[in-house]
């Protein structure tokens, strides 16, 4: 499969990128280099720094790129950093990932893989499940 790969230069989506290219992929990372590393892009993926709020590069990186599927990892993550500027993480992880699911669909790429975060879930001293109740107590886990 032609695999693209948002957020590719951070730590989970890095790993997910080689893992898919010693599965025989090909795989494109489009990361804008923020909190990732240009160094931790696995070699063999094709690599496209930029911005998912630049709508223009993220449609000619989609329309063009003839994936099979994507898989999002480019959310910021610090739930401490969400609370003292809310505005960054709703521009990131909402407004950013809208534009990149509007390109998707625009383009027709039937799967998507979205990383998601635990942080959704009500705090418990017990372990979580997709059952649990959800009640994100910061920025980030709304």
């Given at each position: 499969m032609n695999i693209l790969v948002t957020g590719g230069?951070?730590?989970?989506?890095?790993?997910?990128?080689?893992?898919l290219l010693e599965a025989g992929h090909t795989v494109t990372v489009l990361d804008a280099l923020v909190t990732?590393?240009?160094a931790a892009v696995p070699e063999g993926a094709r690599f496209i720094q930029a911005d998912l709020a630049d709508r223009?590069?993220?449609?000619?990186?989609?329309?063009?790129?003839?994936?099979?599927?994507?898989m999002h990892f480019a959310a910021f993550i610090e739930a401490g950093e969400s609370m003292r500027?809310?505005?960054?993480?709703?521009?990131?992880?909402?407004?950013?990932?809208?534009?990149l699911l509007e390109e998707i669909r625009r383009a027709e790429i039937g799967k998507f893989v979205f990383s998601s975060t635990a942080a959704?879930?009500?705090?418990?001293?017990?372990?979580?499940?997709?059952?649990?109740?959800?009640?994100?107590?910061?920025v980030y886990g709304q």
């Amino acid at each position: 499969m032609n695999i693209l790969v948002t957020g590719g230069a951070g730590y989970i989506g890095s790993g997910c990128a080689q893992m898919l290219l010693e599965a025989g992929h090909t795989v494109t990372v489009l990361d804008a280099l923020v909190t990732g590393h240009r160094a931790a892009v696995p070699e063999g993926a094709r690599f496209i720094q930029a911005d998912l709020a630049d709508r223009d590069t993220v449609r000619k990186t989609v329309s063009e790129g003839k994936f099979d599927a994507a898989m999002h990892f480019a959310a910021f993550i610090e739930a401490g950093e969400s609370m003292r500027d809310p505005g960054k993480y709703m521009q990131n992880n909402v407004s950013c990932s809208i534009i990149l699911l509007e390109e998707i669909r625009r383009a027709e790429i039937g799967k998507f893989v979205f990383s998601s975060t635990a942080a959704v879930y009500a705090s418990s001293d017990k372990p979580l499940s997709e059952d649990s109740p959800i009640k994100p107590s910061n920025v980030y886990g709304q």
